[in-house]
């Protein structure tokens, strides 16, 4: 599936629920554009949780938010708060990497 | 293809999602808590409203002194196997010490997949906003008091209580 994101006009290959196929087509405008569309509006700390699991990712790391809890970066309260009702489904899908599989 | 965009629309509109569980957890051995902490852990990363009410022995899951030291049965347990799937003899599962072995090596594989410690566990739900409570009547039946539970544990309330928790028309109560 292809989707043009409105106000950047980019146009990027997404999978059935969103999430961006190809991680290298991401960029910040797009994460902003994908953050307004579920309701959240992406500050620093936001960049910071979304750098870290594209890094994760790149280095084909698995993710759980105990993980991102773990790293410094935020605690998983924060992250609750940062990303409301999907901390990690709604991180992953602003950061431009696959949907998650993990339970945890 | 119009017709296939209404349908689409449709199914979109009357897709009624989850937005509370309400979990039971009556049993205390490592399995069923974890069976009841990975599904609630689950409903709060989604979003659903988490209400877990642990009871007669699954207040082991939330006891202080028990919570990180459950075990899993070696006795009356067919789906025990050793490594390598050769069955485990309830013979050998009976002899001191062989269950908390067991047991430790069941923890040791699932820190591996990152799975938590129960308090640990129990504190990543309540981060996410889901609630944790106690059975009255088993607190009562087993001598416990407030003090004695993980600092987690929002209340010890009664099965009454814990029904009124389930109103909604999306909720679903889960016995695990």
Not at chain 1, 74 to 89: A, H, T
Not at chain 2, 35 to 55: D, K, S
Not at chain 2, 114 to 126: C, G
Request: charged letters at 25%; aromatic letters at 8%.
């Amino acid at each position: 599936m292809i989707k043009t994101f409105c106000k950047t006009q980019i146009e990027v290959k997404v999978s059935e629920d969103g999430y961006l196929e190809d991680m290298s087509q991401w960029n910040e405008e797009i994460a902003h554009e994908i953050a307004s569309e579920i309701g959240i509006e992406l500050t620093d700390k936001h960049f910071e949780v979304i750098n870290y699991l594209r890094e994760k990712t790149e280095a084909k790391e698995p993710l759980t938010i105990r993980k991102v809890g773990k790293s410094g970066i935020v605690s998983i309260k924060e992250l609750y708060q940062l990303f409301p009702k999907g901390p990690l489904k709604y991180s992953s899908k602003i950061a431009g990497i696959p949907k998650p599989t993990s339970c945890i | 293809m119009e017709t296939q965009e209404a349908n689409t629309k449709k199914v979109v509109v009357d897709k009624k999602p989850l937005e509370k569980v309400c979990i039971i957890c009556a049993k205390g051995s490592l399995e069923d808590v974890y069976a009841t902490l990975v599904m609630a852990n689950g409903a709060v990363m989604e979003g659903i409203e988490t209400n877990v009410f642990f009871t007669f022995f699954g207040l082991d899951g939330i006891t202080k002194k028990q919570m990180n030291r459950l075990h899993t049965a070696t006795t009356g347990n067919p789906a025990m196997r050793m490594p390598g799937g050769i069955p485990f003899p309830t013979m050998l599962g009976g002899l001191p010490g062989v269950e908390t072995a067991v047991s430790g090596m069941m923890r040791k594989q699932m820190e591996e997949l990152d799975m938590p410690p129960v308090d640990e566990f129990l504190e990543m739900i309540t981060a996410g906003g889901g609630t944790i409570y106690a059975c009255k009547l088993a607190i009562d039946m087993f001598k416990l008091e407030k003090k004695d539970l993980s600092d987690e544990v929002e209340d010890i309330i009664t099965i009454g209580q814990f029904y009124e928790l389930c109103d909604g028309d999306r909720t679903q109560i889960i016995f695990t």
